[in-house]
């Protein structure tokens, strides 16, 4: 069995049960450090220690990651890469991290042969113990979900 990608659940910090968007009010997933260190393209200091993060995936808001007591968030110009939920229409955004899927690659492929084995080639390389999408994933857990709601939705009587 892989690790934590995919297969496992990742173990998240306990948060406040009401640690809603400052930006947009609604209740964001919880993520773990680890996956806002290495995404973040600013100086760490600029994380607390201390503090946890919540990820806020509605498209409509700016705000990416916010901290639990609201008083810090960061928005997509300080990340390393655009976030699939914020950008899902746009066809060069990456739908998977590890694997580097984007949704113009999902359609070509959907395109060419009338079907996308993209799900089928992920699941190969969790299974081969490649992914990290707890860290290399915006949302810190896996990706599959995303795709297979790509896949869906470009596939024609998807």
């Given at each position: 069995?892989?690790g934590?990608c995919?297969?496992e659940t990742?173990?998240?910090?306990?948060?406040p049960?009401?640690?809603?968007c400052?930006t947009?009010?609604?209740v964001g997933k919880a993520?773990?450090?680890?996956?806002?260190?290495?995404?973040?393209?600013i100086?760490?200091?600029?994380?607390?220690?201390?503090?946890?993060?919540r990820f806020?995936?509605?498209?409509?808001?700016?705000?990416?990651?916010?901290?639990?007591?609201?008083?810090?968030?960061?928005d997509e110009a300080a990340l390393r890469?655009?976030?699939?939920?914020k950008?899902?229409?746009?066809?060069n955004?990456l739908?998977?991290?590890?694997?580097q899927?984007?949704v113009?690659?999902?359609r070509?492929?959907?395109?060419?042969t009338g079907?996308?084995t993209?799900?089928e080639r992920?699941?190969?390389?969790?299974r081969?113990?490649?992914?990290?999408?707890d860290i290399?994933?915006?949302?810190g857990?896996?990706?599959?979900?995303n795709v297979r709601e790509?896949?869906?939705?470009?596939?024609?009587n998807?």
């Amino acid at each position: 069995m892989a690790g934590p990608c995919c297969f496992e659940t990742t173990n998240t910090p306990s948060l406040p049960a009401r640690a809603a968007c400052p930006t947009n009010q609604q209740v964001g997933k919880a993520v773990d450090s680890l996956t806002l260190k290495a995404l973040l393209a600013i100086p760490l200091t600029a994380v607390s220690s201390i503090q946890d993060y919540r990820f806020c995936a509605a498209p409509d808001c700016p705000t990416v990651y916010y901290r639990v007591d609201g008083q810090q968030v960061f928005d997509e110009a300080a990340l390393r890469e655009l976030v699939y939920q914020k950008h899902s229409q746009d066809d060069n955004t990456l739908v998977c991290y590890c694997f580097q899927h984007t949704v113009n690659d999902i359609r070509a492929e959907i395109k060419r042969t009338g079907k996308s084995t993209a799900v089928e080639r992920i699941t190969a390389g969790i299974r081969a113990g490649q992914c990290a999408c707890d860290i290399r994933n915006p949302q810190g857990e896996c990706c599959l979900g995303n795709v297979r709601e790509v896949v869906r939705r470009l596939t024609p009587n998807g």
